[in-house]
């Protein structure tokens, strides 16, 4: 079965410093992993996705995640954090089933103190 | 491109009652999901359609049933609703059903049930 482990509920940060989201899977074949991001009373929008090409994923809005199967992690950064950031952020990862559902871990709430 | 619409935007049900779910999409994608999420749970998958004319049951079909007559509609219906079915409903589609596809999500309906 696969999984996401999302550790921290709520992260906050200070505007101007490094954002740092942890996703952890659990997958007994190649994982697709994707990191989505929800502003309030919003719907979900697509950050990046993982998909085997390169370990290194740039997504939109200065965030990137490395992909390390070593640690069966896919973490979200950025160096810099916005006002504008504050969100709630999913990590999913694809199911291999005939749905190909996303799994979605239980999500991480970013806060941004000015 | 209005992407994917869903009605209502909320809704307050007495138990008991039915309801449906409206979600429609003007990108022509072949697959679509619907989702629940529920705080702390993240987002788990209903129902899903990879092609008009086809249905399959996700992690909680119980108490839900969907029908997918064209490529651009997909109801969600509540036959007999109970305070348990309260949640944020998202309805998703993606080209194909390929592990790789993106997932492109609505704003959802936020439901309670009483």
């Known amino acids: 079965a696969q999984s996401v482990t999302q550790l921290g509920s709520h992260v906050s940060v200070s505007e101007g410093a490094l954002v740092l989201l942890r996703c952890n899977y659990s997958?007994?074949?190649?994982?697709?992993l994707f990191w989505y991001v929800q502003y309030p009373n919003q719907g979900l929008q697509l950050l990046l996705k993982?998909?085997?090409?390169?370990?290194l994923v740039k997504g939109i809005n200065g965030f990137e995640a490395e992909f390390k199967k070593s640690e069966t992690s896919f973490h979200l950064t950025k160096p810099s954090a916005h006002m504008s950031d504050a969100a709630e952020y999913f990590c999913a990862v694809r199911a291999m089933d005939s749905s190909y559902k996303l799994i979605f871990g239980s999500g991480t709430r970013l806060l941004v103190r000015p | 491109t209005a992407g994917i619409t869903q009605a209502p935007t909320s809704q307050i049900l007495a138990a008991g009652r039915s309801m449906t779910l409206r979600c429609t999409q003007d990108?022509?994608?072949?697959?679509m999901y619907w989702y629940r999420q529920d705080l702390g749970l993240g987002l788990r998958l209903i129902h899903y359609s990879n092609t008009a004319g086809t249905t399959g049951k996700g992690e909680v079909p119980d108490g839900y049933s969907v029908s997918r007559a064209n490529t651009d509609d997909f109801p969600l219906t509540l036959a007999s609703a109970v305070p348990s079915q309260t949640s944020v409903y998202f309805c998703?589609?993606?080209?194909?059903?390929?592990?790789?596809?993106?997932?492109?999500f609505g704003p959802g309906t936020r439901l309670t049930v009483l």
């Open positions: 998703a589609s993606s080209v194909t059903g390929r592990v790789t596809d993106t997932q492109y």
């Open positions: 990108m022509r994608h072949n697959a």
């Open positions: 993982y998909t085997s090409a390169a370990t």
């Open positions: 997958s007994s074949v190649p994982p697709y």
